[in-house]
T-cell receptor
Framework: KNQVEQSPQSLIILEGKNCTLQ??????????LRWYKQDTGRGPVSLTI?????NTKSNGRYTATLDADTKQSSLHITASQLSDSASYIC??????????????FGAGTRLAVHP | DAGITQSPRYKITETGRQVTLMCHQT?????MFWYRQDLGHGLRLIYY???????DKGEVPDGYVVSRSKTENFPLTLESATRSQTSVYFC??????????????FGNGTRLTVT
C-alpha cells in the first residue's frame, strides 16, 4: 500500500533556530510532492511543490529537498519564527492517478517554536 | 473576499441526528472535496466533485451524502451521526485535476462533535 510517513510527530525548537522535518514515501515515481503548512484552527496552505525530477525548491525560509534514491523529502526551516508554529503535512500525488482522489497525505509534524 | 468558506465552525450534535456542513467557494473552481482530519491520521477523502451534478466517493464515504447543484456550493450531510464521525471536516477546492499539480485550497474547517 502506498504510504507517506512523517517524522518526528512533534518538535519543539527555540526561535531563531533551524529545523528539518522528514517525509518518507513508498510510491515511486510520483507526479509531485507537496508540503502544506497548517496553522492551528485553519486549513492547510501549500508551501512548496516538487516534481519527481527536482531536488530542491525554496519558498522564503522554507526549503524542500527530495532524494529519490532514499524516497525521502525534507522540509528545512531556517531562522525559525514564532509564526512557524504549525503542523506541516507532506502530500504525494501518484503518477497517472487521474486526479486528486489519489493523493496520499502524511499525518503531519507539529512544530512549536518557543521564544 | 474571495475564498472558501465553511459553516458552521463548530457543531455539537447527538447520535442519530442528521447534520449538514456547508461549503462555499468564490473562485469558480471546478473541483471540490471533503476531507476529515483525525489525530494520528492524514487527511482522508470522503467525497469529491468534478463539476456541478458530478460527485464520487473517496476513501471513507460511508455515512455521508453530498450534493452539488451549483458550482460554488458543496454541502456534506451526515444522515445519522455516529460518535465515530466526531472529527474536523475540511472542504477544499481546486481549478485543475491534473494529478495534483494545482494546490488544494482549504477552508478553515468545521469541528464536529457527536455525543
Amino acid at each position: 500500500k502506498n504510504q507517506v510517513e512523517q517524522s518526528p510527530q512533534s518538535l519543539i525548537i527555540l526561535e531563531g533556530k533551524n529545523c528539518t522535518l522528514q517525509c518518507n514515501y513508498t510510491v515511486s515515481p510520483f507526479s509531485n510532492l507537496r508540503w502544506y503548512k497548517q496553522d492551528t484552527g485553519r486549513g492547510p496552505v501549500s508551501l512548496t511543490i516538487m516534481t519527481f525530477s527536482e531536488n530542491t525548491k525554496s519558498n522564503g525560509r522554507y526549503t524542500a529537498t527530495l532524494d529519490a534514491d532514499t524516497k525521502q523529502s525534507s522540509l528545512h526551516i531556517t531562522a525559525s519564527q514564532l509564526s512557524d508554529s504549525a503542523s506541516y503535512i507532506c502530500v504525494v500525488s501518484p503518477p497517472f492517478s487521474g486526479g486528486y482522489n489519489k493523493l496520499i497525505f502524511g499525518a503531519g509534524t507539529r512544530l512549536a517554536v518557543h521564544p | 473576499d474571495a475564498g472558501i468558506t465553511q459553516s458552521p465552525r463548530y457543531k455539537i450534535t447527538e447520535t442519530g441526528r442528521q447534520v449538514t456542513l456547508m461549503c462555499h467557494q468564490t473562485w469558480s473552481h471546478s473541483y471540490m472535496f471533503w476531507y476529515r482530519q483525525d489525530l494520528g491520521h492524514g487527511l482522508r477523502l470522503i467525497y469529491y466533485s468534478a463539476a456541478a451534478d458530478i460527485t464520487d466517493k473517496g476513501e471513507v464515504p460511508d455515512g455521508y451524502v453530498v450534493s452539488r447543484s451549483k458550482t460554488e456550493n458543496f454541502p456534506l450531510t451526515l444522515e445519522s451521526a455516529t460518535r465515530s464521525q466526531t472529527s474536523v471536516y475540511f472542504c477544499a477546492s481546486s481549478f485543475s485535476d491534473r494529478g495534483g499539480n494545482s494546490p488544494l485550497h482549504f477552508g478553515n474547517g468545521t469541528r464536529l462533535t457527536v455525543t
